[in-house]
């Protein structure tokens, strides 16, 4: 458990940089930024959104499966538990974020440039408020149609960030359940996916960096269960001959 939870700090820790930076720096959200970068950042915000979200989930599910080379039975625990884990982690973030109730930065923007009160907004059904938010935004030339488009969709609280956790928690889960595996391209192609899809989330005007902060801390604690589970539950993470040496080389035969 100890060396796991090692693991998954050191990737906790390189994920928490960007946040922690922006947070401290007092950066706040405008729009108006370029519109190919927007774009690309919102391709990217895409591959955890619905239905994206599940194409991306069952792809690492069977990347991770192959990676292991579990047995049968223990491919299909170990994808119950991955599974399970970011289902987990999704519900957490739903149960915070109702009690919270932190708007989204575009909201608040919303707020200054629309006049429409941020307490009134979050009255409505979310029905009523995709359609107020393109209502409003109709003609405004600043905002990209893609963006009212995602906006209209994610008129939910902010608070944490649903989209990091879901990266966040695979990015982790690569960190825990493979490096022991030696796939450090895959850990790392995944903890720079996880951080370009943290940045979208604030370049887009949905989250502030402490929702970011938090969600990733959050995917922390559950990753690292997670993956002691999952090595009880399927056995060990490194290959045999390997574990075998390693075994050999802590205590030596005399």
Known sequence: MLSIARRTTLGAALLLIMPLV?????WRWVPGHDNQWLKLLYWMTETV????GVITHVLLCGWFLWCLRFRLRAAIMLFAILA??????????????ERVQEPRPFVIWLEKTQQIPVEEFYTLKRKDRASLVKKQLAQQTEIPHFLRK????????????????????WALLGVGLLWPRRRTVTIAILLVWATAVMGSRLLLGMHWPRDLVVATLMSWLLVTLA????????????PPGEEALDIKKRDPLP
């Open 150 to 169: 995602h906006w209209q969709k994610e008129t939910g609280f902010a608070f944490p960030s649903g989209h990091t956790m879901f990266a966040a928690s």
């Open 49 to 52: 959104t619905q239905p994206w």
């Open 227 to 238: 993956t002691w589970l999952a090595q009880r539950v399927c056995g060990p993470l490194t």
């Open 22 to 26: 922006v947070w401290v720096s007092g």
């Open 84 to 97: 399970g884990a970011i289902l987990i982690g999704q519900g957490m973030k739903s149960w915070v974020k």
